[in-house]
């Protein structure tokens, strides 16, 4: 399933207290793979970043909106990713978008998340970055494809990593772009 670039997408003006409490949706969590109790906080962490994503991105949402996301393996996803993607291979996060961007200020439920813990904890420690961080990252990443930002192309790729980058800053989170680049 692919996301839609942003366009249309109903944006917020300045933060402000009203503001902050619209952008908050609810985020229904289940835990389909026992191993995601090895990391740490794993609720709070997708929590705090589907919230950071939302503020971050601007986009308005009803107060009772809901985003679900699955903490599930890399064969439950392996498997959602060949029948939703046509890959037949694990991937970290995959994300379903339940509304058109132009429709999020009105929809109740703005999409499902996925995210496989084999595939999180290999590239978490592969980057050098902690589980709980990595996690994050996927979690901004997956909310702001619910919300309609895209990395089709290089223009809609650059933007996208420079808000997810953003966001993450706003969470004391290093960049996750950067790992690759200092590497080299």
């Known amino acids: 399933m692919r996301a839609l ?26 835990r389909e793979a026992p191993g995601w109790r090895a990391v740490a906080r794993a609720e709070a962490v997708v929590r705090t970043a589907a919230d950071a994503a939302l503020k971050g991105a601007g986009v308005a949402v009803r107060r009772d909106a809901e985003i679900s996301v699955l903490l599930t393996d890399d064969a439950a996803i392996r498997d959602l990713n060949l ?69 089709e192309d290089d223009d809609e790729a650059n933007e996208m990593e420079a808000l997810e980058t953003r966001i993450l ?9 950067a790992v690759g680049e200092a590497a080299s």
Do not use: C, Q
Request: aromatic residues 4%; charged residues 25%; proline residues 5%.
């Open 83 to 151: 029948r939703w993607r046509g890959k037949d291979k694990a991937t970290n996060v995959l994300s379903f978008p339940a509304a058109a961007p132009a429709d999020l200020a009105a929809a109740r439920a703005l999409g499902d998340i996925v995210v496989a813990l084999e595939t999180v904890l290999a590239e978490a420690r592969d980057e050098g970055k902690t589980p709980a961080d990595h996690l994050a990252h996927l979690i901004v990443h997956g909310v702001l494809h619910l919300v309609g930002y895209d990395h």
């Open 5 to 30: 670039t942003l366009r249309g997408a109903a944006r917020l003006p300045a933060a402000g207290a009203r503001e902050r409490e619209t952008l908050m949706a609810r985020v229904a969590i289940a």
């Open 169 to 177: 800053a706003d969470l004391s989170i290093a960049d996750p772009y």
